[in-house]
C-alpha cells in the first residue's frame, strides 16, 4: 500500500499479491450469567506446554487452511517458539480421545483484557456444539481470573461466514473495524492455491 491513500468513501486498489480483510473486533464486558454449553463426556481440553513447532504448524493449517489462517505460519522456528512459550500465551488441545480436534489460545499480555487469540476447530469436528463448547471453556477460564473486565476477539470477511453468527451467540459484541492487508499466504507457500476460493489468488 505504499504510495496509496484509503479512500474511506469508495474503493482503494489493492495491489497484486495481496489479500485485503474487513475485521470486526467483538467484545464481552461481563461474564454470563448462564454457562454457554454443558458439560460433555466425549471431549476434554488439554493445556499444550512448550508446543512441537511442526505439530503446531499442522494443527493450524488443519484449523484455519479453509480461511487462509497465515498468523502463525510466517513466523521462523525462533520467532514462534518465543510467541508461543511467552508466560502471558496460554495454548489449549480440545480433545477426542487422543486426537486434537482444533485449538484455543487464550492472550493475557494486557490482564485486564484477555485475548480468545486463536480458535477453532479441525472441519470433521465442526457441528455438533462442539464450538460451542470450546468457547465456553474459554470464557470460563478468562473470567475466573479477578483481574479480567473484559474478554475481546476478533474475526474478519476471510474467515467462516458463520463466525459472527456464533461470536454474537456466545455473549460478544462488535464495538471496532479495521482493514488487514497481507500478502496472499498461499503465494508464500503457506497453502495451495485452491484454498479459500471465496478469496481469489491474484498474481498480476
Not at 484509503?6 to 461474564?31: C, H, Q, R, S, W
Amino acid at each position: 500500500m505504499t504510495g496509496q491513500v484509503l479512500d474511506l468513501n469508495g474503493y482503494t486498489d489493492v495491489p497484486d499479491g495481496k489479500i485485503a480483510f474487513v475485521v470486526t473486533f467483538l467484545e464481552m464486558v461481563k461474564p454470563p450469567e448462564k454457562p454457554l454449553a454443558a458439560a460433555r463426556e466425549d471431549v476434554s481440553l488439554l493445556r499444550w506446554h512448550d508446543p512441537d513447532l511442526a505439530a503446531y504448524r499442522n494443527l493450524f493449517r488443519q484449523v484455519g487452511e479453509d480461511w487462509i489462517w497465515f498468523g502463525r505460519l510466517t513466523h521462523d522456528d525462533e520467532t514462534l517458539g518465543k510467541m508461543l512459550n511467552d508466560p502471558a500465551n496460554e495454548n489449549y488441545l480440545p480433545m477426542q480421545g487422543r486426537k486434537p480436534i482444533g485449538t484455543l489460545e487464550l492472550n493475557y499480555s494486557n490482564p485486564e483484557e484477555p485475548e480468545v487469540s486463536y480458535f477453532g476447530l479441525v472441519p470433521d469436528a465442526i457441528g455438533g456444539g462442539l464450538g460451542r463448547w470450546l468457547m465456553a471453556q474459554a470464557v470460563d477460564m478468562a473470567w475466573s481470573r479477578p483481574e479480567t473486565k473484559r474478554l475481546w476477539l476478533h474475526t474478519c470477511t476471510g474467515d467462516s461466514p458463520q463466525a459472527m453468527k456464533f461470536y454474537t451467540s456466545c455473549g460478544f459484541r462488535p464495538y471496532k473495524r479495521a482493514i488487514e492487508i497481507a500478502d496472499d499466504p498461499r503465494l508464500l507457500g503457506h497453502y495451495p492455491h485452491h484454498r479459500a476460493p471465496h478469496v481469489p489468488v491474484i498474481e498480476g
